[in-house]
């Protein structure tokens, strides 16, 4: 069964701290992508990528970046947290061979305070 | 890029009647959309998709249906139940085979017993 991960559910942080979110898939996707979700905004991209070590920015990329060493992980950096970045935090994987689904992990829940 | 609109934001349907959600895009190049299901405490999940080349596709009690000319896409839900109660998501692809997605901004559906 397809499954990803994301290596915590709520997250606390204090301003200015440095903040990293993981996910892994065990599909052996090609693409991952994480997003931010917010009443009201829906689903927006901060990042994806399409192969390891390979990214692209999406919508909403200042205040992150990410890291992809391996096939199976992407992770989400907040340099330095900012209380704006209090969110819900998304990730996904999709095969890469066009048949487009995204699959979900159940988010992370960051609050910066 | 690609803007995607959805309304409405919220909708409470009585059980067994039929719920509709609509979705607007703005470029023409789109050729995949998608809808997704976000439950409580979940990521969201897939529950049906529609492409460019196709006007109108079922899956038992939930069927997509495509205006192109009209660039807008729709949800149809019948006989609804209460596990139909979440938040729907309307998406876009404009690029076939980098696989992103440009998501509208939900609906929560209530199903009212």
């Known amino acids: 069964d397809v499954k990803v991960t994301q290596s915590s559910r709520y997250l606390v942080k204090r301003t200015g701290e440095k903040v990293f979110l993981e996910c892994v898939q065990d599909?052996?996707?090609?693409?991952m992508f994480w997003y931010r979700q917010d009443p009201g905004l829906g689903l927006r991209l901060i990042y994806f990528?399409?192969?390891?070590?390979?990214?692209e920015k999406g919508d909403i990329p200042e205040g992150y970046s990410v890291s992809r060493e391996k096939k199976e992980r992407f992770s989400l950096i907040l340099e330095s947290a900012s209380t704006n970045q209090t969110s819900m935090y998304l990730c996904?994987?999709?095969?890469?061979?066009?048949?487009?689904?995204?699959?979900f992990g159940p988010g992370t829940r960051l609050t910066v305070t | 890029g690609e803007n995607v609109e959805q309304h409405p934001s919220t909708l409470s349907v009585q059980e067994g009647d039929s719920a509709v959600i609509k979705c607007t895009y703005s470029?023409?190049?789109?050729?995949?959309f998608p809808w997704y299901k976000q439950e409580l405490g979940k990521g969201p999940q897939l529950i049906i998709d529609?492409?460019?080349?196709?006007g109108e596709k079922k899956d038992q009690r939930i069927a997509v249906t495509l205006n192109k000319t009209a660039k807008h896409f729709s949800l149809h839900i019948t006989e609804t139940q209460p596990e139909d109660s979440a938040v729907y998501f309307c998406?876009?692809?404009?690029?076939?085979?980098?696989?992103?997605?440009?998501f509208g901004t939900g609906t929560r559906l209530t199903i009212i017993p």
């Open positions: 996904a994987s999709s095969a890469g061979t066009g048949t487009n689904e995204q699959y």
């Open positions: 599909m052996d996707h090609e693409n």
């Open positions: 990528s399409y192969d390891v070590k390979m990214k």
């Open positions: 470029d023409s190049a789109s050729n995949y």
């Open positions: 529609i492409r460019s080349n196709v």
């Open positions: 998406a876009a692809n404009l690029y076939f085979g980098n696989e992103k997605l440009t």
